[in-house]
Antibody
Framework: EVQLVESGGGLVQPGGSLRLSCAAS????????MSWVRQAPGKGLEWVSA????????YYADSVKGRFTISRDNSKNTLYLQINSLRAEDTAVYYC????????WGKGTTVTVSS | ELVMTQSPATLSVSPGERATLSCRAS??????LAWYQQKPGQAPRLLIY???TRATGIPARFSGSGSGTEFTLTISSLQSEDFAVYYC?????????FGQGTRLEIK
């Protein structure tokens, strides 16, 4: 069974940084593209970023381009999202998902940006 | 940038009845369209991919249709556990895009 477990969320001040992690198990991690999707409180789903199995190709939503960096360590079966210059509008639950068309999702980690 | 538009925003249906949800893309996404179900406090769950293929374990009462720019999710006989928010997502182009969601509520 594929399992994805996110971590690294928390309360951070505007302008701060966080690194989110997603530990994957039950799959040959390096063969799958992976995605991050977020959901602001009471709002819909927003696709954030994705990268290929090798990590060689990365994709970003316009709303996060230049501030967010997606990466992976295939030796550790772990996906990352580095988030810089945080804004109040980045407050959301961040989900890790398998594939570029997400078919398995983690439970999410909450990021709150507030002073 | 490609935009996905879902309608209606809220749909009120009685248990046992049929529900029809729509999703429109601002440009063709071929059949690269997925549907997700999300219940309060839970992660989304994949229902349909390739516009019409049910994901593993999804009951036959869920069906998807369409191609190009117009898509439909139909739930043939609503069960209590089907009342939730439904999202469509295109995976034909980068960046990916979700619709804003349709809330399916009990009438």
């Amino acid at each position: 069974e594929v399992q994805l477990v996110e971590s690294g969320g928390g309360l951070v001040q505007p302008g701060g940084s966080l690194r989110l992690s997603c530990a994957a198990s039950g799959l040959t991690f390096s063969t799958y593209a992976m995605s991050w999707v977020r959901q602001a409180p009471g709002k819909g789903l927003e696709w954030v970023s994705a990268l290929s199995g090798s990590g060689g190709s990365t994709y970003y939503a316009d709303s996060v381009k230049g501030r967010f960096t997606i990466s992976r360590d295939n030796s550790k079966n772990t996906l990352y999202l580095q988030i810089n210059s945080l804004r109040a509008e980045d407050t959301a639950v961040y989900y890790c998902a398998k594939s570029a068309m997400p078919d398995v999702w983690g439970k999410g980690t909450t990021v709150t940006v507030s002073s | 940038e490609l935009v996905m538009t879902q309608s209606p925003a809220t749909l009120s249906v009685s248990p046992g009845e049929r529900a029809t949800l729509s999703c429109r893309a601002s440009q063709s996404v071929s059949s690269n369209l997925a549907w997700y179900q999300q219940k309060p406090g839970q992660a989304p769950r994949l229902l349909i991919y390739g516009a019409s293929t049910r994901a593993t374990g999804i009951p036959a009462r869920f069906s998807g249709s369409g191609s190009g720019t117009e898509f439909t999710l139909t739930i043939s006989s609503l069960q209590s556990e089907d009342f939730a928010v439904y999202y469509c997502q295109q995976y034909n182009n980068w960046p990916r895009a979700f619709g804003q969601g349709t809330r399916l509520e009990i009438k």
